[in-house]
């Protein structure tokens, strides 16, 4: 259920990125981003896929450029709670430690999932 957060936020992000409000945007995916980190890569598809259409509009490629940087640091700043909190590290960003409970615990676990 936690994906629907940053799907929300992704997909708002998406529509005002189209609104040529990208530093909007970059706030919104920067609370995307926060919310899963998953939503990382397809932010920055998102940005890449957008550029080639500021080639005429100079000032809004400037502001593109700003949006992502806005999304940058936004969510670097929302994830230092969680750096902070484990001894100002990126253990945070490891997989979880195995508790599936083996084969059994994997079959348990896609019967409950599906």
Same mark, same amino acid.
């Given at each position: 259920?936690?994906?629907? =957060?940053?799907? !929300? ?5 998406? !529509? ?36 080639? =259409? ?13 949006? !992502? ?9 929302? =994830? ?35």
């Amino acid at each position: 259920m936690d994906y629907i =957060y940053g799907a !929300f936020f992704f997909i708002l992000g998406l !529509f005002i990125l189209l609104k040529e409000r990208p530093r909007w945007a970059g706030l919104l995916f920067a609370a995307a981003v926060s919310s899963r980190l998953t939503y990382g890569p397809m932010v920055a598809i998102a940005f890449l896929l957008y550029f080639p =259409y500021t080639q005429e509009k100079l000032k809004l490629r400037s502001l593109l450029i700003q949006g !992502f940087l806005v999304f940058l640091v936004a969510s670097s700043i929302l =994830y230092l709670p969680v750096f902070f909190a484990s001894g100002m590290s990126l253990s945070f960003l490891a997989i979880g430690p195995d508790a599936s409970g083996g084969f059994v615990g994997i079959i348990a676990r896609f019967i409950y999932k599906n």
